[in-house]
């Protein structure tokens, strides 16, 4: 969590110390003035105070940085006693400008607290120390406290969102998740409808905090919008096994087109993902795709190290071998294929030869498939929608995607495949990842 430091604390007191102090009038000078122009007795300092305590005066000695001479006036002021509520008043804010200088937190804070209790304060300039005192109470991690200054500010200030990610950040650390939920889903709301950035830190609080109530719709919502706008592995991972292998909905035939998903967000996947994905790519009858796979899984240096060295091999040898002959055989296929009844086989051939990187040739085959009937189509069209993306078609990838409303994982993976596309790192569908040679 982010804190304000002691600097930042005085650059806010700058704003609200010795330029705010009223002009000084001695009680004499309030006698000769002229009656339309006298000012109240209660906005009168006495002579004997006013030498010692006049505006630009004390201005001067801060500006030397005399301080010492400024505490040893103000001392001198508050001992002649019976002070007036406008002596009182003139006397505490000069406590704020010099605590402020001489970064006094306990002097700071005993003014800004005393001037706030004279009830003489605009709104507005009640919440610029409402704000102060709230960010003191945050770096000595007094949250309750700090909670009430913060909502304080924000009743009374003209930019009251300017309280809020400080009040969700004393909400957060106070435990009080469920009001920073609230806070934050507010906040993202109002984003969303002004145009304006969503930060990373507000939706990284907001699914902690919907973690911590098991609010899990709101978890997953957090994420799908932090990979939009702050994609890594981190975030595409939680969020793709939460929002569809982690389902009871999901269907475990769709695990290949998973990992194709997974491995398109992600830099680098886990070892056992690799092995899988490969070997139910070989199972598929995509052996090119099992080659790139492993090959990629060893560029990445995650295959080929610790103790399944040996097995990691022996799968890169078979990929290999079996995608050696595919290419070879693969064209002898496309006259059966178009022979067959219905377009699996159309689609299936479609699919291996966008593995192989023929994509024009591949998605005609695929489409070719869907047209003549008889497949599951959800599963076709997530065949062809992935078959766009790695073609960099990204029009019509989304497009299909978007069209398909499945309900045991074909949306889902659907879904994401959408997200992916319409994120900052998107260009990466299309860019083959490095291989080994």
């Not at 096994?241 to 999901?250: D, H, L, N």
């Not at 591949?362 to 009937?373: L, N, R, S, V």
């Not at 495949?417 to 080994?436: C, D, E, G, I």
Request: charged residues 25%; aromatic residues 8%.
């Amino acid at each position: 969590m982010s804190k304000f430091s002691i600097a930042r604390i005085s650059l806010m007191l700058a704003a609200i110390g010795l330029n705010a102090v009223p002009a000084l009038m001695t009680g004499a000078h309030a006698q000769d003035a002229k009656p339309a122009a006298a000012a109240p007795a209660a906005q009168t300092v006495r002579p004997e105070m006013y030498k010692l305590v006049e505006t630009n005066l004390i201005k001067d000695l801060l500006a030397k940085k005399d301080y010492a001479q400024v505490e040893s006036r103000l001392k001198q002021a508050e001992a002649l006693g019976n002070l007036n509520p406008f002596e009182a008043l003139v006397i505490n804010r000069m406590k704020i400008a010099l605590g402020s200088a001489t970064r006094n937190e306990a002097m700071t804070r005993q003014g800004l607290e005393a001037v706030i209790a004279t009830g003489t304060l605009q709104p507005a300039e009640e919440a610029d120390f409402q704000l102060v005192l709230g960010n003191q109470d945050y770096t000595t991690k007094n949250y309750a406290k700090s909670i009430e200054r913060y909502k304080r500010y924000m009743q009374l200030s003209p930019t009251p969102e300017k309280g809020r990610s400080m009040l969700v950040r004393s909400y957060y650390l106070n435990n009080d998740f469920e009001s920073a939920r609230k806070e934050l889903l507010a906040t993202v709301q109002e984003s969303e409808k002004s145009g304006k950035a969503i930060e990373e830190e507000d939706l990284k609080l907001l699914y902690s905090s919907a973690a911590k109530l098991k609010d899990w719709p709101t978890y997953t919502g957090a994420l799908e919008k932090l990979v939009l706008i702050a994609p890594n592995d981190d975030y595409w991972t939680d969020l793709l096994s939460r929002g569809i292998v982690g389902k009871k909905t999901f269907s475990d035939r769709l695990r290949l087109d998973f990992y194709r998903l997974e491995d398109t967000a992600l830099k680098v996947l886990a070892p056992e993902e690799y092995t899988e994905m490969a070997e139910l790519a070989l199972i598929g009858g995509f052996p090119t795709e099992a080659k790139n796979v492993v090959d990629e899984g060893f560029a990445a240096g995650v295959l080929g190290t610790g103790s399944n060295t040996g097995k990691h091999k022996q799968l890169r040898d078979k990929a290999n071998k079996n995608a050696a002959e595919d290419a070879k055989t693969i064209g002898n296929g496309e006259a059966s294929a178009a022979k067959m009844k219905n377009g699996v086989g159309l689609v299936n051939l479609g699919y291996a030869y966008v593995t192989m990187g023929q994509f024009d040739k591949g998605i005609g085959f695929i489409e070719q498939g869907i047209a003549k009937g008889g497949v599951k189509l959800d599963e076709a069209k997530l065949k062809l929608g992935t078959a766009y993306a790695k073609a960099g078609r990204k029009d019509d990838a989304i497009k299909t995607f978007e069209s398909l409303k499945g309900d045991d994982g074909v949306s889902d993976l659907a879904k994401y495949w959408v997200l992916l596309l319409k994120s900052p790192t998107s260009a990466q569908v299309a860019a083959p990842k490095t291989a080994a040679n």
